[in-house]
């Protein structure tokens, strides 16, 4: 399954044009690309990666810039990179210089 229909699959992002997603699903792999040095996609290995990366960036569209928000007695609080979606693109990274 490409990463369009795993991202569609998940019922909050069901209602969503497909050109939206298209475009997060590109600014993720970008994402994706500069944190671990590299240039190419590196295809199917880094799918859960991508797709959780552009699952981020759907959740916080409307709060970019925003790190907590609290309405009465809930409060939300952003981290740009969950930690466990740190550790899985770390064994993507490269080297910064060869």
Do not use: C
């Not at 600014?27 to 996609?41: I, M």
């Not at 990179?81 to 899985?88: A, D, G, N, Y």
Request: aromatic letters at 8%.
């Amino acid at each position: 399954m490409d990463r369009l229909a795993q991202l569609r699959s998940r019922p909050q992002y069901g209602f969503l044009p497909d050109d939206t997603l298209e475009h997060i699903l590109e600014e993720a792999l970008q994402d994706f690309l500069v944190y671990t040095n590299r240039t190419e996609d590196p295809g199917d290995r880094a799918d859960s990666v991508i797709i959780d990366i552009a699952a981020i960036k759907l959740n916080m569209l409307g709060a970019e810039g925003t790190a907590m928000v609290k309405e009465g007695e809930t409060t939300r609080q952003w981290d740009a990179l969950p930690e466990t979606l740190r550790l899985k693109m770390d064994s993507f990274r490269r080297p910064m210089f060869p």
